[in-house]
């Protein structure tokens, strides 16, 4: 296993009260796989990466307990300067947002070559024609032209292939990728992922996908695993979760989709919003909105219940919501 | 039995690009829509794709009046709203009211829904007399799914799907005819988004209201409008029913767009043909000669530089009234198979 995540906590102090963003995720990524993370805003699929990446903000965030184990070392035990050098080389991320992730005063050519400066030691002029290879491989068009152009130049579509080329820069072994194409439109999203599918198979690398779209998970996923109130509440390969899922909320997204048979009808909706963190219902935390709730989803917290080969599911009924 | 309660034709925003600032002397112009034409049909949904930049949102703004066009006009039963001013043109307004995408922008933080709800009687008095604006605030909020206790409360004590519709019940205070709704699920969590549609769906019928639903979420918009139109740099390039959009689209455009969707279905993952089209949309600052789509066609020629084409049920279908034989602005127009 090239990561994983055992029972990670996270907490955020703040003024109102502690927020519990992540409460005991386990995940797992192989070198050359891809791992969707699904979950809805405030789910702690971020926060969990965040983690990962050693990017949490600490203070207010707080890892309350865990472990997070990259190739056999658990990151969490690891100095700041140990970890700053996993971070960029083994392990990188590529965010939503390029164009407030990019420094909009530097060249991307400077952006792109401090990679080689910092962690390679190479000069700037080699560290320059490293930039230029980046960004051919990334197929932005006119690279020797354009490395010395600044962020706000590029389109949308481009400044996402350069935060993909500075993720590749080192050749790491895990990408995580938050929201890499909710920015984008719908023409360019698909020729983002086609590259990052692309460029993950030629390095074997292993890629964590963190998105809310069910529909770029069935495209590029081997294994999802879905998210709710800070824990993974389903983790199925792609195929089995698609044809039947084993948990109510995951059934409740998948139904939430419109579909051609259904037109003009009520859309299938999950009823109520998502928990507050700061006061998580006890028992399951989906309780107060599962059409299959019962009496001790409201008292006992569901454990991660064998589903089927390689599924897991956090629900005290799976095997009901699995069957139908 | 159709009968058009807006019919738009040859709408078109130019905004100038100045240079100094003395002599604001004007070197061009950002041609954010570029003559766009439709109808609105009474009760239906006409919903209108594109990707950003294609000028959808600068549409909406015109509808209701938000942006004077440079040319053009917008029917309203029969009557140029542009032309209007004064007192008709508030009369008008009245009937043709926006729900905005972001709810947390568009609801003013320092007042209580109630106010937030209640202002369109500050303008319009005449709907409501004073003394009754409360009860009818409470009824709205009652009709979009909210606690009328709720009254008192500010935007920020509200979730995103519930200032959505805080959003919507201030779009219906004034009972309008035709609701323009921009992007008005795209900024809601997945499985909130649902809940709006629905709610969305069914004050459609209880106050027979006309719909004109932008979006970039082609299945979204699927699901709820009647008729369909995609719009690209600032032109509609293919418009028709929802099924000869989805199911039968001629434009390489549409049919590029469509492909590129990803669909909720792993098994479909290894036999679907998608068509990724190279490039990014050009700046509508400086827009190509003929049909704008060109630079990133396949199919491109020629005459597609020299001519651009009109959009109209292109001649190849002839007389056949196939699902094919819709608007479409394209030279090279051909049915998918």
Known sequence: ?324 | MVEPILEVSGLVKHYPLTQGILLRKQVGAVRAVDGVDFTLNKGETLGIVGESGCGKSTVAKMLVNLERPTAGSIKYKGEDITKLSGRALKAVRRNIQMVFQDPYTSLNPRMTVGDIIGEPYDIHPEVAPKGDRRRKVRDLLDVVGLNPEYINRYPHQFSGGQRQRIGIARGLALRPEVIVADEPVSALDVSVQAQVINLMDRLQNEFDLSYVFIAHDLSIVRHISDRVGVMYLGRMVEIGRDTEIYDHPTHPYTQALLSAVPVPDPEAREHRERIILTGDVPSPTNVPSGCRFRTRCWKAQERCALEAPPLAVPSRFGEASGPEAHDCACHFAEAVS
Do not use: W
């Open chain 1, 1 to 324: 296993m090239l990561l994983e995540v055992r029972d990670l906590q996270v907490e955020f102090r703040t003024r109102d009260g502690v927020a519990k963003a992540v409460n005991g995720v386990n995940y797992g990524v192989e070198a050359g796989e891809t791992l969707a993370v699904l979950g809805e805003s405030g789910s702690g699929k971020s926060v969990t990466a965040q983690a990962v990446m050693g990017i949490l903000d600490m203070p207010p965030g707080r890892i309350t307990g865990g472990e997070i184990l990259f190739q056999g070392r658990d990151l969490l035990k690891l100095k700041e300067e140990e970890r700053r050098k996993v971070r960029g080389a083994e392990m990188a991320m590529i965010f939503q947002d390029a164009l407030s992730s990019l420094n909009p005063v530097l060249t991307v050519g400077d952006q792109l070559g401090e990679m080689f400066v910092v962690h390679r030691g190479m000069s700037r002029k080699d560290a320059r024609a490293k930039a230029v290879e980046l960004m051919d491989r990334v197929r932005i068009p006119a690279a020797r032209e354009r490395v010395r152009q600044y962020p706000h130049q590029f389109s949308g579509g481009m400044r996402q292939r350069i935060m993909i080329a500075m993720a590749l820069a080192l050749e790491p072994a895990l990408i995580i990728a938050d929201e890499p194409t909710t920015a984008l439109d719908v023409t360019v999203q698909a020729q983002v992922m086609d590259l990052l599918a692309e460029l993950q198979r030629e390095y074997h690398m292993g890629l964590i996908l963190i998105t809310h779209d069910l529909g770029v998970v069935a495209d590029v996923a081997d294994r999802i695993a879905v998210m709710y109130a800070g824990r993974i509440v389903e983790q199925a390969p792609v195929h089995d979760i698609y044809k039947a899922p084993a948990h109510p909320y995951t059934r409740g997204l998948l139904d939430s989709i419109p579909r051609l048979d259904q037109k003009g009808q009520e859309l299938y909706a999950i009823k109520g919003l998502p928990p507050n963190l700061m006061n998580i219902p006890p028992g399951c935390a989906f309780n107060p909105r599962c059409p299959m709730a019962q009496d001790v989803c409201r008292t006992d917290v569901p454990p991660l219940y064998e589903a089927g080969d390689q599924r897991v599911s956090a629900c005290h009924f799976s095997r009901e919501c699995l069957n139908g």
